[in-house]
């Protein structure tokens, strides 16, 4: 009997992304994400299932990528985002295979929610793990209580698969968006900081300034928008988080 190709929910296509990995990518934003993050940009990808989504098979997706690849040059390539892409494993497992034979340089960015070393998960990540050249994971806050708070999930599971990259040695690029009053204090970003020095992968820190574009999205939909008042960084400030995780000696 043949196998039933997986499908994958997208939310949106980016065609020339240039801040989601090295080089020029084609970027995927899948549907579907478990947390909910008070300063989520993109509500409207929480639902899998939203209407306004649009489900391809691998194959598809690939050659839909494949029209864009005389721009990526030789630093660029495929970004898988979301939402929270891990939540679709099957079809990144499918699609990554396929991606890495027509020689494709594959990231993924994701917030690590899902990971669990329980099977038939852990399994089936790891064999993701071998088509896949960089991970770009978002570490929302270094405390378990302000992470849940600000989430809505502890992030216990963002922290292990942080450290199980390490040991594989599978690279990373750790992404931290500053927020005012929550997670830019001077503790918790020194916490976050002896963190990261314990990993042994980390190519690149990039703090990414909070900002309230979302708010908008959140209104139209009928939500109410968590972080009222709460205003985007100052350079000063950017600088400071810069300092204290020492975001310029792993550039």
């Not at 839909?64 to 939540?87: D, F, H, M, R, V």
């Not at 852990?122 to 570490?139: A, E, P, Q, R, V």
């Not at 992030?155 to 292990?160: A, G, V």
Request: a positive charge; aromatic letters at 10%.
């Amino acid at each position: 009997m043949k196998k039933t190709e997986a499908m994958g929910r997208v939310h949106s296509i980016e065609s020339f992304g240039a801040v989601d990995g090295p080089g020029v990518r084609f970027v995927v934003f899948m549907q579907g994400c478990p947390m909910r993050c008070q300063f989520c940009h993109n509500p409207d990808t929480w639902k899998i299932n939203d209407v306004n989504s649009m489900s391809y098979t691998s194959d598809d997706l690939l050659a839909k990528a494949l029209q864009y690849k005389k721009y990526w040059g030789k630093n660029g390539g495929i970004t898988i985002s979301g939402g929270e892409p891990l939540i679709q494993l099957d079809f990144l497992l499918e699609f990554f295979q396929k991606a890495k034979l027509a020689g494709i340089h594959i990231t993924l960015d994701t917030c690590g929610q899902p990971f669990t070393k329980a099977e038939p998960f852990f399994s089936k990540f790891k064999k993701m793990l071998m088509y896949t050249d960089l991970i770009l994971l978002d570490i929302k806050h270094i405390d378990t209580t302000c992470h849940k708070e600000l989430t809505g999930f502890q992030n216990y599971s963002i922290l292990e698969l942080a450290s199980y990259l390490s040991e594989v040695g599978k690279p990373v690029w750790i992404r931290h968006v500053l927020i005012p009053k929550i997670n830019d204090q001077e503790a918790y970003l020194k916490r976050l900081s002896l963190f990261i020095q314990g990993l042994s992968n980390v190519k690149r820190v990039e703090i990414l300034p909070y900002h309230t574009m979302g708010k908008e999205k959140w209104e139209r939909l009928g939500l109410v928008y968590p972080l009222v008042g709460i205003e985007p960084p100052t350079d000063n400030c950017l600088k400071r988080a810069e300092q204290l995780l020492q975001s310029n000696s792993y550039s």
